[in-house]
């Protein structure tokens, strides 16, 4: 029997981070008539690919505001909902390996005080008393940033969930989006594979199907999906033997980061040649 009501405020498709995000936060903010539709499971899509670094450092003094709320709200969401996130906090620190780097790493510092983040500039001698692992040969200076993490993105997602639906929020799993109709009335027609909803805003965030969504209304959606791959490493008897979790470090000289992960390695390079992907559409069970 198909229990999908027929009338909501907000559908938002997609259940990865993005998607579940909104839920939550509309729930949150008092609207209570809003579903999220998920074809497949919550985070079945890029979500769980990804590294859950959870930084401060930016550039943009609106940005840095929401990095911080993100770090503060992932470090009470348990709390909250019952659900674990996986938060570590283990701070980060950023290289600078050439002069301009620490010129805008000062900018940066600024643009977080008046974020209410903290950020310190430290030298190569305070950056391996925080990182006895680290080789700093050829590094000026690092930006620390001590309430930077990482988490498990499912969990966080799930999370977000738990709460949304806490407060009212609907969650529509294994349900694919087939069409979204604009209506005479200003609303939308989204059809689904469970049954067809009328609602006052449709939010896109399919994730690496949002171009495919996007053109159910005629919307080139300017998102690529690009292959990146990230290692893994065993356990590593020196990571063994540290009294404490290290800071993830991003390194611009090797272009990746690299974090803590169980007693190894998590270390994610930004290829420079990058492939993209999926650019004739993605099948819809991938």
């Given at each position: ?162 709460g ?5 929020a609907?969650?529509?799993?294994h ?9 005479a ?14 609602c ?61 992960e ?19 559409g ?5």
């Open positions: 029997k198909n229990l999908m009501k027929s009338h909501a405020q907000v559908v938002v498709i997609g259940g990865g981070a993005m998607g579940v995000g909104l839920l939550y936060h509309l729930a949150q903010e008092g609207w209570k008539d809003v579903m999220l539709i998920e074809k497949g499971e919550l985070t079945s899509g890029s979500t769980w690919h990804a590294a859950g670094l959870v930084p401060h450092f930016i550039g943009s003094l609106n940005m840095a505001k929401v990095h911080r709320y993100g770090s503060e709200l992932y470090q009470v969401l348990e709390a909250e909902t019952g659900q674990a996130t996986g938060w570590h906090a283990c701070g980060a620190i950023r290289l600078a390996v050439k002069q301009d780097e620490g010129d805008w790493f000062q900018y940066v510092q600024g643009v977080l005080q008046l974020a209410g983040a903290e950020c310190h500039l430290i030298g190569p001698d305070e950056i391996r008393k925080l990182h006895p692992l680290l080789d700093t040969k050829g590094v000026l200076m690092g930006a620390y940033t001590p309430n930077d993490g990482h988490t498990d993105p499912s969990g966080i997602t799930n999370a977000m969930a738990a949304a639906k806490m407060r009212g609907e969650i529509i799993r349900n694919r989006v087939t069409d979204i109709n604009p209506l009335s200003g609303e939308w027609e989204v059809v689904t594979e469970q049954g067809t909803v009328i006052e805003h449709v939010v896109n965030a399919a994730g690496s199907f949002a171009g495919q969504v996007g053109e159910m209304v005629g919307l080139k959606v300017p998102i690529v999906n690009m292959v990146h791959q990230y290692l893994v490493t065993e356990s590593i008897l020196e990571v063994n033997d540290l009294e404490k979790e290290i800071p993830v470090v991003r390194d611009p000289w090797s272009s990746c980061y690299y974090r803590q169980q007693q190894g390695l998590v270390i994610g390079p930004y290829e420079m040649n990058a492939e993209a992907w999926g650019l004739d993605i099948d819809w069970t991938f």
